[in-house]
């Protein structure tokens, strides 16, 4: 919100950033529709099901060009 107060663009924001201009447009957005308390971002929950998919996939199979699963494989 400070780089948007000093006049930079949506675009200069999420280069800065470095996010997309989607991001900074939502977050910009929560900021003029609800003050501070828009800049609070939900919690997410993912249901037991969805933990046990990940869980399974990582134990069941392995990625593509890959051996084994890594936090440093990108997709």
């Known amino acids: ?3 948007a ?7 200069n924001i999420a280069d800065i ?3 997309t201009p989607l991001t900074v447009s939502k977050w910009r957005k929560r900021f003029a529709g609800q003050g501070l308390d828009g800049l609070h971002d939900e919690p997410r929950k993912l249901s037991d ?3 046990a998919a990940v869980v399974r996939k990582t134990l069941e199979e392995t ?3 890959a051996t ?3 936090l440093r494989l990108h997709g």
């Open 68 to 70: 084994h699963w890594s």
């Open 5 to 11: 107060a000093d006049g930079k663009s949506n675009l």
């Open 49 to 51: 099901d969805a933990v």
């Open 63 to 65: 990625p593509r060009d």
């Open 1 to 3: 919100m400070l780089l």
């Open 17 to 19: 950033l470095a996010v």
